[in-house]
């Protein structure tokens, strides 16, 4: 009987590759999405880290003090957002990985059934080729 092959085995490593795209693709989206949550602490640090003047100031004082809070500000209120959509997109990431490792996954139980009753048929061959053999020579003892 043939050796068992898997008809569909370039598919299956067509897939397998897809899947180990699909892994960098998170994996990339992870450090992004670290490096947002950092930035965005940082930002947050930095705000907070602003004091607050105490006493008279003159106009154009003020007006520069309070446009530099509103900027820091901003730049927290950026990360967040910057955060938020790296965040989306290991979401978007982990999904894609997840439906390409499914589509191995199915491949590869379709290949174990498929070894499963080639294996069947190799043994089904065998036996009927050993009671072949043991007829023939239970047929010539007599």
Known sequence: ???????????????????????????QAQRAEQRAQQLQISRFE????ISTPIGTRSAPEFLAE?????????????AAAA????????????RSWAEAAGRVTSLENLDERHRGEHLIEVNK??????????????????
């Open 1 to 27: 009987m043939k050796r068992y092959r898997f008809r569909l085995d370039p598919v299956l490593r067509v897939r397998r590759v897809e899947e180990e795209r699909s892994v960098a693709v998170l994996a």
């Open 46 to 49: 930095r705000y907070h880290s």
């Open 66 to 78: 309070r446009a530099q809070i509103e900027l820091v500000a901003a730049g927290v209120v950026a």
């Open 83 to 94: 955060h938020e959509l790296a965040v989306i997109e290991v979401n978007e990431s982990r």
């Open 125 to 142: 061959a065998e036996t009927a080729a050993l009671d072949e053999l043991t007829s023939a020579r239970f047929g010539r003892q007599r």
